[in-house]
């Protein structure tokens, strides 16, 4: 600490230096923030006022700096400096803009800015920079798992970056179940027939490209390591090869849904009912020419496709979701059939049509414009009725009973995804509180990666078993951190959609890679150079942090110590939340960063009646809500004083305890949405925050403390209107239920 050079730059630009007294905000700065000076700028942002700090960072007057000005979302790239850290204070979105600009509430505005200075004072003064751990490996390699559409796609689109490749597939040949389709949707205007898959033009690509390599007829035996350093064993017709990459793409795919399960509809008691698949097998062996039926080889005249066939239904054993292509698939198969004989009967029988993507509607406009009928009916039963078959459906239009004789039904199945084995939801404490360890309920040679995690040898799935990632701001992240899954097993597409999600993907462990190579993180923190470390001498041994990281980043060394694997961690800070013992923290993100925060704030006596709320807002939703409502100068409480976390799950229950026992009248925690819907960057954070804070209750009632006076709520960025009425609902609780008794 003797060699922190600490200094604050106060703007008093966006109205700031109007409605604040910026000399007293200084004061406050130098004589309680302890730091060396602090100057003041009109427009701190300006080319002036950052050439300002500049030369005092090259002059060495400044390590640690405290800006106080816009929110620590806005500005980032011009109070970004080398060599530095950095704390910002926000008096723009987080005070000026939500409080009345009048005379009574000029002296609570201004208590509001003088206890952010305090607190960003306090936080730099316990922040250090954060320096490479030297785990740091380069491997320009990609494995890519499955040499599908989609796998061939991510390996193409990698070795076009410049990156080596290596595909491993378990079957004889390239191509994945595109390889099955006679024709694809379309994908280029008009959008009006169905297209060629390509699937050879991508074969023939992958095997003149020196950057790629194919193992087929192969499997992982084994997969270690982490970003920048993994480490693969692949098995090819029983004997093994070892090698090492730098980031992983999963491109699995999808295995049809079982249509047995389909017996009302005649599946599997007569040939002439076949899934999508099925059909495509009938039209490859026709070549375009007429589709004959499998019972008798007769001629199809009449078709009727069955529309969610075992899917978007609530029975058991067959599928709750939407597998998104189908209905395009059943279009595109119809034109099979008109394309060669516009007299056939083509049916398609749907309750809702769904036909995503650019050329969907064209598509099927197409299909009408080819003599496709559509009708919006349910199918309840087929039966086999001599040579053709009865179909008998509810009108939802009419509703009404009807039927149809065809030579053929088609059932529009879904796909379910090939993502290997799961393991049980993440159990933190057993009965006893003690941590457990997930149980796993899986036979391991059914697995796809064969990780070495102790979480289990695949990637963890959602609740329908397609890999687990933050479907909105992550689509192509897992749990574990430098494999990426792409196409349909990530969620149902079709063939463009798993094209476009191979690149993707490729691009997220391009990045991975590039990042593990300098030991930074991943996303969501992408670039961050911290890294937790723990005091080995206050460890208690206890399992918390390794048991609760979401990202399987820790590990345990021979006396069962943690250990930490930095190309894993996500920086979430998971752990530093889970220590009861506060003995893991992060450089520039550390228990004691926080916890002087809550300290710095000056705490009125119970007679002054101006309570103190603490609000810990995760970065990621919460905040940027809170900033938002600033924006658009929304009023909230003067009373409350909002730290920013990096996640709900690194708040450490004794925040909590630190903040009650300091004389605050409240605490309010807000994060991302838990639960199968979660929202939460981190995947488990907010859960788990969840479940630290429900035994926060005993505590309180323990002190004779009201348990309205913590309060934890989920929130999305989009709850701009929400947090004010949240925050001021809170302060009329504490108006109710009185001030605390701790208050020094």
Request: net charge negative.
């Amino acid at each position: 600490m003797a060699d922190k050079k600490l200094g604050a730059y106060i703007c008093k630009g966006c109205g700031i230096g109007d409605r604040l007294n910026a000399d007293q905000l200084a004061m406050i700065a130098t004589r309680e923030g302890k730091v060396a000076f602090a100057k003041q700028h009109d427009f701190l942002c300006s080319q002036d006022g950052i050439a300002m700090i500049q030369a005092d960072v090259d002059g060495g007057e400044v390590t640690h700096m405290a800006i106080a000005a816009c929110s620590r979302r806005a500005k980032t790239e011009a109070f970004s400096f080398d060599n530095v850290a950095i704390g910002r204070a926000n008096l723009r979105e987080g005070v000026i803009w939500v409080r009345p600009d009048t005379d009574e509430a000029k002296e609570t505005t201004q208590e509001m800015a003088d206890d952010y200075i305090r607190m960003v004072c306090a936080e730099i003064k316990y922040m250090e920079l954060p320096e490479n751990s030297g785990e740091q490996e380069r491997n320009d390699r990609i494995l890519v798992v499955g040499g599908g559409i989609t796998g061939m796609t991510a390996a193409l689109e990698s070795a076009k970056a410049g990156y080596s490749v290596s595909i491993v597939e378990k079957s004889e040949n390239l191509g994945g179940m595109a390889a099955r389709h006679f024709k694809r949707i379309p994908v280029v205007a008009p959008f009006a027939a169905p297209q060629d898959t390509g699937v050879e033009a991508l074969i023939a690509q992958i095997e003149s490209n020196d950057k790629v390599t194919v193992h087929l007829k192969s499997t992982l035996a084994s997969t270690s390591g982490a970003p920048g350093r993994f480490e693969a064993e692949i098995n090819k017709e029983g004997s093994n090869v070892t090698e090492k990459f730098g980031a992983i793409v999963q491109a699995t795919g999808f295995n049809p849904y079982d249509a047995n399960q389909l017996s009302h509809l005649a599946y599997g008691s007569t040939p002439d009912v076949v899934d999508q698949l099925g059909l495509e097998k009938l039209a490859k062996e026709a070549n375009g020419g007429a589709i004959k039926r499998p019972s008798d080889g007769k001629e199809v005249q009449s078709v009727l496709f069955v529309q969610c066939a075992g899917q978007r239904s609530d029975k058991e054993g067959e599928l709750p979701y939407c597998s998104g292509h189908c209905c395009l698939t059943s279009i595109k198969q119809a034109l099979y059939f008109k394309n060669q004989n516009p007299q056939v009967d083509t049916i398609i029988a749907f309750s809702d049509l769904r036909t995503p993507g650019a050329g969907g509607e064209d598509f099927y406009r197409a299909g009408q414009d080819n003599g496709v009928t559509f009708t919006k009916s349910q199918v309840k039963e087929v039966t086999a009725n001599g040579g053709s078959l009865t179909v008998k459906m509810q009108d939802l239009i009419l509703d009404e009973e009807t039927s149809t004789d065809v030579d053929l039904v088609v059932l529009a199945t879904g796909m379910v995804p090939n993502s290997g084995v799961n393991i049980d939801d993440v159990q933190t404490e057993d009965e006893n509180g003690q941590p457990v360890e997930p149980k796993p309920r899986y036979d391991a040679n059914d697995a796809i990666l064969k990780l070495d995690y102790r979480q289990g040898p695949d990637i963890p799935q959602l609740v329908h078993g397609f890999t687990d990632s933050h479907y909105i701001c992550f689509p192509y992240e897992t749990r574990r951190t430098g494999i990426y899954s792409a196409g349909p097993v990530r969620r149902p597409m079709d063939m463009k959609q798993a094209q476009d999600d191979a690149a993707g993907a490729a691009m997220k462990a391009i990045q991975a890679l590039e990042n593990a190579a300098q030991g930074r993180a991943a996303h969501p923190r992408s670039g961050d150079l911290s890294f937790p470390d723990f005091r080995k001498e206050g460890c208690t041994q206890c399992k918390r942090c390794t048991v609760e990281c979401p990202f399987g980043a820790i590990n345990e060394d021979e006396q069962r110590y943690p250990q930490f694997n930095e190309g894993r961690c996500r920086r979430c800070g998971t752990c530093m939340g889970a220590c009861p013992v506060r003995v893991i923290s992060f450089k520039n993100y550390s228990v004691d960063s926080v916890g002087q925060q809550i300290k710095a704030v000056d705490v009125p006596e119970e007679f002054d009646e101006k309570p103190r709320i603490l609000v810990l807002a995760c970065e990621n939703d919460a905040y940027p809500a809170l900033d938002m409502a600033g924006m658009n100068h929304m009023e909230y409480s003067a009373f409350v004083r909002i730290i920013p976390v990096r996640c709900l799950g690194s708040v450490n229950t004794i925040f909590v305890t630190d903040a009650l026992n300091s004389g605050y009248d409240g605490v309010m925690l807000m994060g991302c949405r838990k639960d199968e819907d979660y929202q939460c960057h981190f995947v488990k954070g907010s859960e788990l925050a969840h479940i630290r804070m429900s035994k926060v209750d005993d505590t309180l009632k323990q002190l004779n403390l009201e348990t309205e006076r913590v309060q934890i709520f989920e929130i999305a960025i989009t709850d701009i209107d929400r947090v004010p009425t949240i925050i001021n609902d809170m302060a009329d609780t504490i108006e109710k239920i009185g001030m605390s008794p701790f208050k020094f």
